[in-house]
């Protein structure tokens, strides 16, 4: 099992930008895909984005393609989301999660392994 612990959200206006960080620990597996998920009040967790174990891989939801970028630097243990052009339909709370593979992640949330708690970005004027 992999521990993930979220940074980064915060309050941001529309058209701001803001980075989340998954930093992911633990020795019981060194072969993982990450995925970034969200979940606003009243609707069902939903994917953002999956990078694969060497990073080479991405994937987008179409509400966030050309906005947000995924990336990872396994060297330092972390993933990061950036987060550009914010939208107030962006607001949910953030979720990074690890999975066996991108495939799994492209799955949806049911297809990842383990979670961190979350973080909350809320975007409003």
């Known amino acids: 099992q992999l521990q993930l612990v979220e940074s980064g959200g915060g309050l941001v206006q529309p058209g701001g930008s803001l980075r989340l960080s998954c930093a992911v620990s633990g020795f019981t597996r060194d072969y993982y895909a990450i995925g970034w998920f969200r979940q606003a009040p009243g609707k069902e967790r939903e994917g953002v984005s999956c990078?694969?174990?060497?990073?080479?891989?991405?994937n987008y939801a179409d509400s966030v393609k050309g906005r947000f970028s995924i990336s990872r630097d396994k060297a330092k243990n972390t993933v990061y989301l950036q987060m550009n052009s914010l939208k107030p339909e962006d607001t949910a709370i953030y979720y990074c999660?690890?999975?066996?593979?991108?495939?799994?992640?492209?799955?949806?949330?049911?297809?990842?392994?383990?979670w961190g708690k979350g973080t909350l970005v809320t975007v409003s004027s």
């Open positions: 999660a690890a999975g066996p593979t991108i495939s799994a992640c492209y799955s949806g949330p049911a297809g990842m392994d383990d």
């Open positions: 990078i694969s174990n060497g990073g080479s891989v991405t």
